[in-house]
């Protein structure tokens, strides 16, 4: 199948091991990746913070560059969230009832990584060698905009050396919330707190989640507080073998 | 036929009533915060509400059913308002009940006093309600030199304590069993000096003060629950008994409702007492569900009076994305769930409906400038949508009212910069270079210090993933 790389701009400019882990790993199920260049940014951040008119272009792009895939994959539930649940009501908000129609449309093809793996492309083994003690952190968007459910924890079962521990709490938000850490930046640090006093209690090496603002998140609290835990995006997990 | 245009329906007034704050949401989170009691009475209360109606929820195989039902049903109402409220009116009057109607708390309390001084007493006995709270109406009567005197035990120890209520539905969560007593000790009329922290025994302690007031006080306010158009029955929903000695011992009985509690028919009821028991104190039937229809003679109040308030509800209506916050059944699911609501507290939201529906409620009732905070006070995490009974989705509110609300200025020229380099593929690349050359910092300038006083930032990567594609 060939698939488009929705990067994501955090992945693309922060996080490139998540995104080249995602091409990686595709590539070696046999799939062939695209990287449709003039990508930039869903809007997310703009919408979320409440500048529905700046993000308008941003969804426009996005729709444009992404309309001509029958695939779109996002190492990100979050993303793919805004996508899916936020693009045709921009649109639809300015008046666009086209763009709305065409961003259903890109919305309808556009997965999350363990979504496009166990849904579309039907793998729950995909072959990887990962041997460390591994947590997982359920993202509050792909847990409840996307309902990935437990797609992420099938695929890391297959895992080859990984041994997985259970998260307590895992279904409580991180903290991030985007713009929220900044606006809210105590009750942020608050709930940041918990996370990782459950991160630890599992003994794990590494913390996992598939979307990188969250492990950013999480995982500059983890390094400032030098607790020796890593947080390190599901795509990366997934693509890790005994050769590389 | 001509029609004449009056304009957008108001929002609550200024000046009355208790849905604004002193301070944004930010700065009383941070006090709250610093409160390592509060943070543990709410931990421990929020979990063990969360769980006893997670538990109840869950046995029920036709849950997710029920919740489409009760959406829908508020979405039909609310498509015909109008038309359903002049329905109850008539049913109402017709049984012999008095309806008044009150465009906003101003009126409403007015109104209420009135009523009561007309009756020529001097107190009421009050059963929960969140529309008196949210019009003030305490302090309306206390103006006026009527004393209102709070029922439910929760109320009862927030009214003693001069505090503010901080849930919708366990309105005392912030008060642990030792402060209870010191506020009993300190206020109540009466009191055994010897009391314990036992609940039971402080228990007690308020049925026999309360038992007092029911035998003598002749007029009784209440909020209600549901009213039923087809039939004019009003109903409250209750745990502890007090609210049914509210609505039967005395002689005259003032029901204020917000116009959103109509249900259409009597079998609606069906779907929303299955509802809210288990979304709220998490018990599948409710303990006292109390229901009358105008006056019975010889029995019960003889003289019934129903307020239907609106003070903001017609301005939410008319908000497309907004408007079903009027579905909402005050079950305080969303409360219970909301990470944020578990470390603030309720409080901080400065309103008297706090937590998920509260920061979508209050801006839309008051106007979302003299609320402005509210709607950034989540994360966005969803778990209220998932817990709502009536399927209110709240993070899509909460995204439509920060759209809505007034932004700083620095804020809205990085948010045009950002928008207008992200536009532009070539300016993006350079962007991203000059971050990636940024060496790593540690403390960075407000308003993004929010972030490094408590969190680390990502090392740089050596090439952006772009860069890398480029170069394969």
């Avoid at chain 2, 949210?134 to 003693?160: K, R, S, W, Y």
């Avoid at chain 2, 907004?322 to 507290?345: D, F, K, M, W």
Wanted: include cysteine; charge should be neutral; aromatic fraction near 6%.
């Amino acid at each position: 199948m060939r698939i488009a790389l929705f990067v994501t701009c955090l992945a693309d400019t922060l996080f490139p091991a998540a995104a080249k882990a995602t091409v990686r790993l595709l590539e070696r199920l046999g799939h062939e990746v695209t990287f449709p260049a003039d990508q930039t940014c869903c809007g997310q951040m703009h919408i979320n913070t409440g500048y529905q008119r700046d993000a308008l272009a941003l969804v426009r792009r996005h729709v444009r560059t992404f309309a001509a895939y029958e695939a779109v994959v996002a190492p990100s539930g979050s993303c793919v969230g805004s996508v899916r649940h936020q693009h045709a009501m921009v649109a639809r908000a300015a008046g666009d009832a086209s763009l709305a129609a065409r961003a259903e449309d890109v919305a309808s093809r556009t997965y999350e990584l363990s979504e496009l793996l166990v849904d579309v492309l039907g793998v729950g083994d995909v072959g990887a060698w990962y041997p460390h003690r591994v947590t997982y952190h359920p993202t509050c968007h792909s847990l409840r905009m996307l309902r990935v459910g437990d797609k992420p924890l099938r695929l890391l079962r297959h895992v080859r050396g990984l041994e997985l521990v259970d998260l307590p709490a895992a279904e409580q938000c991180c903290g991030f919330g985007g713009t929220f850490a900044l606006k809210n930046a105590a009750t942020s640090t608050a709930m940041l707190a918990d996370k990782m006093r459950h991160v630890m209690e599992t003994g794990a090496e590494v913390c996992t989640a598939g979307d990188s603002s969250c492990l950013m998140h999480i995982g500059g609290g983890l390094s400032r507080m030098d607790a020796g835990v890593r947080t390190v995006h599901l795509a990366e997990i997934l693509a890790a073998t005994e050769e590389a | 036929m001509s029609r004449t245009f009056l304009g957008m329906p108001a929002t609550a007034p200024r000046g009355v009533g208790n849905l604004r704050g002193d301070e944004p949401f930010p700065q009383a989170a941070r006090k709250a915060l610093g409160d390592d009691q509060l943070r543990r009475n709410l931990g421990h209360a929020t979990t063990t509400i969360r769980r006893k109606s997670g538990s109840v929820v869950a046995e029920l195989p036709d849950w997710q059913e029920l919740r489409a039902a009760g959406s829908a049903l508020k979405a039909a109402t609310m498509a015909r308002l109008p038309e359903l409220l002049e329905q109850l009116e008539a049913k109402v009057t017709a049984a012999g009940g008095v309806v008044h109607w009150a465009a906003d708390a101003h009126e409403a309390n007015r109104i209420v006093t009135d009523l009561v001084r007309a009756t020529g007493h001097d107190r009421v006995i009050k059963v929960k309600s969140m529309a008196t709270q949210e019009i003030g109406l305490n302090e309306a009567l206390e103006a006026a030199g009527i004393a209102p005197v709070e029922t439910d035990l929760a109320e009862l120890i927030v009214q003693l304590g001069h505090d503010k209520p901080s849930h919708i539905l366990v309105p005392a969560i912030h008060r642990n069993r030792a402060e209870i007593r010191e506020i009993f000790l300190r206020a109540m009329p009466g009191v055994d000096p010897a009391l314990t922290d036992d609940p039971a025994t402080l228990a007690a302690a308020a049925r026999r003060y309360l038992r007092e007031t029911f035998l003598s006080t002749k007029v009784a306010v209440s909020g209600a629950n549901f009213a039923v158009a087809e039939t004019g029955t009003l109903a409250v929903l209750e745990s502890e008994g007090n609210g049914r000695m509210c609505l039967t011992l005395p002689d005259t009985l003032i029901t204020v409702m917000g116009i959103e509690k109509v249900v259409p028919a009597w079998r609606d009821l069906e779907v929303f007492l299955q509802l809210l028991p288990r979304a709220s104190t998490g018990e599948r039937m409710n303990p006292y569900t109390s229901m009358w229809t105008g006056v019975t003679p010889g029995d019960g109040p003889q003289n019934f009076h129903l307020v239907l308030l609106d003070n903001g509800r017609t301005a939410v209506l008319a908000d497309e994305v907004g408007r079903q916050a009027l579905h909402c059944i005050r079950c305080s699911a969303c409360l219970n769930v909301c990470p944020v609501y578990e470390r603030t507290g309720g409080h901080a939201y400065g309103s008297v409906y706090p937590g998920p529906i509260g920061a979508v409620l209050s801006p839309q009732l008051t106007g979302v400038a003299d609320n402005a905070s509210l709607p950034y006070a989540s994360s966005l995490c969803g778990a209220c949508f998932d817990a709502c009974p009536v399927k209110i989705d709240i993070p899509s509110i909460l995204v439509h009212l920060r759209n809505q609300a007034p932004h700083p200025r620095s804020e809205r020229m990085a948010m045009a910069a950002a928008a207008y380099t992200m536009d532009r593929p070539a300016l993006y690349a350079r962007a991203q270079h000059a971050a990636k050359l940024t060496r790593r910092v540690t403390h960075l300038p407000p308003p993004l210090n929010g972030w490094t006083a408590s969190r680390d930032l990502p090392d740089p990567p050596p090439e952006t993933f772009r860069d890398w594609w480029a170069a394969r």
